[in-house]
């Protein structure tokens, strides 16, 4: 039913770590978003239901928003919880890496896995996987989320029949958390079956997308009208808006992690926009954490690995600065003008020779008037 992205040599590789082990920790990247503690609590059930003793454990804090997950209050926190982590790693057989692609993702819950002596099986849809830290590889980058590589790996195994109500549920939240509930990166009509299929096992996608989405507090509404009306800064030539914002002002609105989740997608809602850039004070480390989020082919990891030592996704990436807010604030606009003409429509020297030089041979051999050659491109378009 689903276009075959997994090979046969996929399914053997983790069908053999599967069968091969009876302890297994799960591990997802730092605040672990939807689609990280998605997929860990979806493969966490499967594994359950395989008779395995399992273990997630998260470098630190997630969003209140995803507590409602079937046994999301026995995920390990890595930064809190450090003699469960240590019992559970020590036990591993099996270490299962999940939505990130380099250990350096996961901070100093990285290096203790790089300690253990069991395999390292890396699942994951981010560009360029770091070869020498696992011993097998599933990376699939043209997927929406590690939460659909999952569901995939599990029909390409034959073993969707063990995918129990949770595991549906957990998939379906990562699925829509990296789509920004399939508004972005969520074409290929898979993903649909899929969802279709998710359905049929029972899930309310409805009380999901509300768990998920309707979960805040009246300050973190407040705090977007802030944003919104005080610190937004629209570039309209460069289709681009930037907004920054410093500690003391999330302490005014009673600052909770993932209060800022999703307000740097709000500024694409403004027709023609292609880049929305949030620079953000962290609220524990000396350091500016920067989100960026753009529409079609505009690169924001690119863009993120230029200037703010980040990377991610083309249409959603981010990065870091070890500076004061103003000079963030400086890279970025620094970062605007060097992506001027790719923001601003400016079309290249080239083009610009090319139509001249299409214009006149135009008028020339037709001798077409203005308006009509106006008409016939509006034509054009139309089909
Ligand atoms: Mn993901």
New binding site residues.
Partial sequence: MLKKKITPQEVAIVKKDFETSRNVVIVCHTSP?G??IGSSLGLYEYMKRKGKQVTVIVPNYFPDFLHWMKDADKIVRFDWQKTASYTALKMADLICCL?FNDMRRIDDLGVAVMRMRCKRLLID?HLDPNRQQFGHIISHPEMS??SELLFRLLDAMGELNSLTFAGAEDIYAGMAT?TGFFSFNSNDPDIFLIISELLRRGIDKDKINRNIQNNYSPDRLRLIGYVLYEKLQVFPELHASLFAIKKEELTQFHYLKGDMEGIVNMPLQIKGHKLSICLREDTERPLIRVSTRSVDDFPCNEFCTEFFNGGGHKNAAGGTLECTMEEAIDIAMKGLETWHDRLADVPSKEEDKKDAKEATTMESVTGIEDDKKEDKSEETKEK
Wanted: glycine share 0%; hydrophobic share 10%; no cysteine.
């Fill in positions: 978003d689609d990280a939505d849809h989320s590690t990296d």
